[in-house]
DNA sequence: TCCTTTATAGTCGTTCTGACCATAAAGGAG
DNA sequence: CTCCTTTATGGTCAGAACGACTATAAAGGA
């Protein structure tokens, strides 16, 4: 049967709609050929870099299951709505945080065990967000709570949202080698230290100043320097010359994880 | 509200599963926190290398809409099933191919734009798959035929295949670099040079033979000799060493495409 | 006025890469 | 049987890239 659509058998069933509970079975006399109705959610694994830290933003449960427990932000997609708008939209609706034009989305990918939500079959699109210093989260929408939260620093989240994070950091660590994600995590203008430290962050491994450095200005369209621009303030040691994000959106040759070299 | 499961306020309406037609716009009186119904569906890209070119699955659509275009190989997740299961079931449907043992199956991305489909709300997983020689297909389920077709060699396909087709091709080529995902491409024992064609096909860009091998072998894991083999039919040069697919999950370091090195 | 801290420049030896050339071992044409 | 073509495999060599390291510059704090 193809793809994004019923064929001719398979017409959409008014009568049939059946929303399956728990772990879902074929209802009796049921098409396998016609339209089944799921719930589409998204789940969002945000990642930010704070006080030289990865963290995490995670809202607490109010209901069951999972009640009190921490999980990923996320929520249903409306009708009228893509993944991606659904993402952002649940976004700002649970952190308060309007400002959302700084924060790189990505898919990850979508999570459809039959058995992933207790209650109904639930197929969630998750995504990995990158942003530069976001505000503190405010807490709205149907989340109780929502924070920043160390990577790493906190017990088993609801559902497979474990699962989900571990993923999500997977795939940016990952992408951190070869494309020039990293100043997604920056504001427009930053120092090379500071995108040193993404990487270090991320990776969770400390890297050769002198090398990295001489590394990311060798790689056209990474990084470009901001015409009259050296920092001052609050730095200890000597005022850091200000780059900013190039067009090159990946890098060649890679920016490789010391712990592949073996 | 969070994630994969409906809130308090958010109970399964059982007499509010619209089934949005045409462009979804949210129903009157909807309550945007509760569940909405869609239809899911998987789409495959299903690559192989059969006579030097890389070749696609298509099916032949022939129900309206995009009756009588070519169009990827998929159909409806069933209630119980996840995406993958969902793929492999009806790929073996669609084909009249039954094993499906050696073929690797990966999420690509979901596709869930409101108007992907002119008839209903369908949000579709998108996978990659690729196999060694497959048999031809026998165009069985609602697929009114299967065909292997070189890609490139096809006018547009139905729906956003094409974007889903051409996401696939990008998504291989950048795995063949960083990962040993060319061989799945090939049978369990196979010589170099048809691994350096597989890299050569996918990414359509002559390699130097000598320079391929050191790399290959220079990489642990990648590919391992088998003991006593060596090949001798129908070749009509110097017979070649075979080699089976090492233990290795990634390449490091990885082996780029040329282009890239500008 | 040191001392510490951070940024930046440069060195040096190893490894990797791309562009070659050379040889070995098969089948086919004459 | 003898070239000739084809494919596999082994090797060279110069330049680029990389990791480890040293040195200098420019700031703030003790």
């Known amino acids: 049967m193809n793809s994004s659509v019923p064929e001719g058998d398979a017409t959409v069933p008014e009568g049939n709609a059946v929303v399956p509970e728990g772990n879902a079975v074929v209802p009796e006399g049921y098409d396998p050929h016609a339209f089944a109705p799921f719930a589409v959610t998204v789940d969002l694994a945000v990642f930010t870099v704070r006080d030289g830290a990865l963290q995490v933003l995670l809202v607490e449960r109010g209901q069951e299951p999972y009640a009190g427990r921490w999980a990923l932000p996320g929520g249903f997609v409306l009708p009228a709505e893509s993944a991606e708008t659904a993402a952002r939209r649940e976004l700002a609706e649970e952190t308060g945080i309007s400002d959302l034009s700084g924060l790189h989305l990505e898919q990850l990918r979508t999570y459809s065990e039959p058995d992933r939500d207790p209650r109904m079959r639930v197929v969630s699109v998750a995504f990995a967000a990158l942003g530069p210093g976001l505000p503190e989260p405010r807490g709205g929408g149907d989340a109780a709570r929502a924070e920043w939260r160390p990577y790493g620093t906190f ?27 990293a100043t997604s995590f920056l504001p427009p203008e930053f120092t090379l230290g500071e995108l040193q430290q ?25 990084v470009e320097p901001v015409p009259g621009g050296a920092r001052l303030t609050g730095g200890r040691g000597k005022p850091a010359a200000l780059y900013r994000a190039g067009t090159a959106g990946a890098l060649h040759p890679p920016l490789l994880r010391p712990e592949g070299r073996l």
Do not use: M, Q
Not at 155 to 174: M, N, P, S, T, Y
């Open 198 to 222: 993404v990487y270090e962050t991320v990776w969770g491994t400390a890297l050769d100043r002198p090398n990295f450095r001489r590394k990311v200005l060798a790689t056209p369209g990474f």
């Open 155 to 181: 017990g088993a989240l609801a559902f497979d949202h474990d699962v989900i994070l571990a993923d999500a950091h997977e795939r940016i660590g990952a992408k951190l080698e070869y494309s020039c994600l």
